[in-house]
């Protein structure tokens, strides 16, 4: 039964909602209806018999010996309906109205006494009667007085009562339909619209949230909760795209460094040359290989100390290197004693120095300055035509710049924020760019 009810209600929401309502008030108001009729059957039976059982009391007190109504008594005015029956079951006394009918009852129900007011409804004459009866000794013999009362007015009562019921319960039942019918189709219009506003979404718009146009506060509730979860998933999408984006950004840099390597490797017909550089090309792999393995570990950015002595050695060596790949000088020079995390001065240098390198203009070489003190200051710098004015406000900003993906400026101040850190353009040019990021020293304990 749970698995057929399915398969018969409609398959619209807005159809199951209606069709619910309807046969909830249908079925509602066909109870009270029917309790209703029966109710109003009781209290006119009731009253019929009150009625009925008075005046039989009436006019019993006017019966003589003989079965007969006497003239002078009382209940003669009220005998309109009266029959008595003698020993044997014959009629020996009728109301005019009443005369040469056959007794309203059977004789052995009538000598019994009936205390309830049976209805029954005559032919000749046309009436409907509520009729009680009580035992009456006629001639010394057990006979029976019935009386009877004129019940039309209670039963037109209930046939006008039974007629409003059977008129009005199918119009609540169909003005119930309209009325959710409206109303759902209200709600869900809304729904609906909300359903294709959604769908026009699109991953350009990231930030755009689902507008409301419902008072109904499950609908508000329901945008709100869909905008949270837009926020969520517009957070993830931008943590994910940051993620492959530095991903790509930083294996850029060491595979044009390991190309250029390989060709000056190709070009030399010098062995030892050729050794120094497939050797170069060895360590280029193996820091790619730990560059690919960081980028993809769970555990996030490891801190790795290192000295000034180790930047200039290691990094400063990788730096020269990058810009020999791009035929552009670089300088190298550091100031101060401290430490300083390998992982986060390349994930904020190398793509300062890229952008460097990428627009750099003239014989001038590119620098790098590093100090370190209470901090570390980083200057890189280049020079060129400088940064063109319509960039300058969104510099910073995914997706700008005039070459390649314009995601450099953006990732290396996302590192250095993530580190609370920062990185700012000090001068935009001509004729020299600088850029310095500020970035924490590391301070063991």
């Known amino acids: 039964m749970t698995r057929l009810l399915p398969r018969l209600l409609p398959q619209s929401l807005r159809a199951r909602l209606v069709a619910v309502s309807v046969l909830t008030t249908m079925l509602l108001l066909a109870a009270a209806a029917a309790i209703a009729v029966w109710e109003v059957r009781r209290a006119t039976t009731q009253a019929l018999t009150a009625a009925s059982r008075s005046r039989l009391a009436s006019?019993?007190?006017?019966?003589?010996?003989?079965?007969?109504?006497?003239?002078?008594?009382?209940?003669?005015?009220?005998?309109?309906?009266?029959?008595?029956?003698?020993?044997?079951?014959?009629?020996?006394?009728?109301?005019?109205?009443?005369?040469?009918?056959?007794?309203?009852?059977?004789?052995?129900?009538?000598?019994?006494?009936?205390t309830q007011a049976r209805e029954i409804t005559l032919s000749t004459p046309d009436v409907d009667l509520a009729v009680v009866s009580t035992p009456q000794p006629v001639d010394g013999r057990a006979g029976a007085l019935i009386v009877a009362l004129e019940s039309q007015g209670f039963l037109d009562a209930r046939q006008q009562l039974q007629i409003v019921l059977a008129v009005g319960v199918p119009i609540v039942v169909l003005f119930t339909g309209l009325l959710a019918w409206f109303l759902t189709g209200r709600t869900l219009r809304s729904v609906a619209r909300l359903a294709e506003e959604a769908d026009a979404l699109s991953m350009a718009e990231s930030g755009r949230e689902l507008s409301v146009d419902s008072q109904d506060a499950e609908v508000v509730r329901l945008v709100a909760a869909l905008n949270r979860m837009l926020a969520r998933l517009d957070t993830h999408y931008a943590t994910n795209l940051a993620a492959a984006s530095e991903t790509t950004h930083r294996l850029r840099t060491p595979l044009?460094?390991?190309?250029?390597?390989?060709?000056?490797?190709?070009?030399?017909?010098?062995?030892?040359?050729?050794?120094?550089?497939?050797?170069?090309?060895?360590?280029?792999?193996?820091?790619?290989?730990?560059?690919?393995?960081?980028?993809?570990?769970?555990?996030?950015?490891?801190?790795?100390?290192?000295?000034?002595?180790?930047?200039?050695?290691?990094?400063?060596?990788?730096?020269?290197?990058?810009?020999?790949?791009?035929?552009?000088?670089?300088?190298?020079?550091t100031a101060g004693a401290g430490e300083v995390d390998q992982g986060l001065l390349r994930a904020v240098v190398d793509p300062l120095l890229e952008n460097a390198l990428e627009h750099a203009a003239g014989p001038e070489p590119v620098t790098v300055d590093i100090d370190v003190h209470d901090g570390v200051v980083v200057r890189v710098s280049?020079?060129?035509?400088?940064?063109?004015?319509?960039?300058?406000?969104?510099?910073?900003?995914?997706?700008?710049?005039?070459?390649?993906?314009?995601?450099?400026?953006?990732?290396?101040?996302?590192?250095?924020?993530?580190?609370?850190?920062?990185?700012?353009?000090?001068?935009?040019?001509?004729?020299?760019?600088?850029?310095?990021?500020?970035?924490?020293?590391?301070?063991?304990?």
């Open 59 to 114: 006019v019993r007190e006017d019966i003589d010996r003989h079965g007969h109504l006497r003239a002078d008594g009382a209940g003669i005015r009220t005998a309109t309906f009266v029959q008595v029956l003698d020993g044997n079951g014959n009629v020996v006394f009728a109301s005019p109205t009443l005369s040469g009918v056959a007794p309203l009852v059977p004789f052995t129900v009538a000598r019994r006494g009936l």
């Open 256 to 333: 044009a460094t390991l190309r250029a390597e390989a060709e000056l490797a190709l070009a030399s017909g010098d062995a030892p040359a050729v050794r120094e550089a497939l050797t170069r090309i060895i360590g280029d792999a193996d820091r790619l290989t730990a560059l690919v393995n960081h980028l993809l570990s769970t555990a996030g950015r490891v801190s790795e100390p290192v000295t000034m002595e180790q930047v200039q050695a290691q990094l400063g060596n990788d730096w020269l290197r990058q810009g020999r790949a791009r035929g552009q000088a670089v300088q190298v020079t």
């Open 382 to 445: 280049n020079s060129g035509p400088g940064v063109p004015g319509s960039l300058i406000d969104r510099l910073f900003e995914p997706w700008t710049g005039t070459t390649n993906s314009g995601l450099g400026l953006w990732l290396s101040r996302e590192a250095a924020r993530a580190a609370a850190g920062d990185v700012v353009c000090v001068s935009p040019g001509p004729p020299t760019t600088v850029f310095e990021a500020t970035l924490p020293r590391v301070v063991r304990t």
